[in-house]
């Protein structure tokens, strides 16, 4: 079955500019994370979604950032002046359930370049 | 600050012998590892994990081991093959709040024939 899609795949955008990435889990999947990676470090958390509420947003690193998941689906993930150090591969993960034994399953992340 | 650590940015293995990928974590809390493998432009693909509760999981090639005292633990891949070049992260997580992994910075195998 197909796997976790993330839209657009690269995205480059100026300083102080808005971007929407968008995240398309697994059919089924009711948990849907939200991570960043940036350069030479591993993911680091930014955000879970249990259905349609954010259960943990404690990751995201100011207000500039906010996502949605308005269907329990799909989810976006919104940041407001943009700046250089937002720079980094946003990957979005999906499991089937709550617990830490449900595997996260990521898509391919979206590279996102602020210059 | 970082809590689950790989020490070795990378590593170079002759195909068909061992490969040993350490991890080290600081959380007393986190009972659930998992190592997850990742390939150029693609997202992490999970591995194998291993809870709190045991020392050691096998999945074929693959086994990980854990020392809880030494808050340690390595991921074995025997024999090694070129297809398994790719950068592996070590993640950790406390099972009790369930969902937020935290990784390493991850190890860069290569494969060499």
């Known amino acids: 079955g197909a796997g976790v899609s993330q839209t657009p795949s690269n995205k480059v955008t100026e300083k102080g500019k808005y971007v929407e990435l968008r995240c398309d889990p697994i059919?089924?999947?009711?948990?849907l994370y939200w991570y960043r990676q940036s350069l030479g470090q591993g993911p680091e958390f930014l955000i879970y979604?249990?259905?349609?509420?954010?259960?943990?947003d404690s990751g995201l690193p100011n207000d500039r950032f906010f996502a949605v998941r308005p269907e329990g689906s799909v989810s976006t993930l919104k940041i407001q002046r943009t700046e250089r150090g937002d720079s980094a591969v946003y990957l979005c993960?999906?499991?089937?359930?709550?617990?830490?034994?449900?595997?996260?399953?990521f898509g391919p992340g979206t590279r996102l370049t602020v210059l | 600050d970082q809590q689950v650590k790989q020490n070795s940015p990378s590593l170079s293995v002759q195909e068909g012998r061992i490969s040993i990928l350490n991890c080290d974590y600081t959380?007393?809390?986190?009972?659930?590892f998992l190592w997850y493998k990742k390939y150029p432009a693609e997202g992490p693909t999970f591995l194998i994990s291993?809870?709190?509760?045991?020392d050691k999981n096998e999945d074929g090639r693959f086994t990980v081991f854990l020392n809880k005292s030494a808050k340690h633990l390595s991921l074995h891949i025997v024999p090694s093959q070129p297809g398994d070049s790719a950068v592996y992260f070590c993640?950790?997580?406390?099972?009790?709040?369930?969902?937020?992994?935290?990784f390493g910075k991850g190890t860069s195998l290569l494969v060499t024939p």
């Open positions: 993960a999906s499991s089937h359930g709550l617990a830490a034994t449900d595997t996260q399953y």
């Open positions: 059919s089924g999947h009711t948990a």
């Open positions: 979604f249990q259905g349609t509420g954010a259960a943990d």
């Open positions: 959380n007393s809390m986190f009972d659930y």
């Open positions: 291993i809870s709190s509760i045991k």
């Open positions: 993640a950790a997580t406390d099972s009790n709040s369930g969902y937020a992994l935290n």
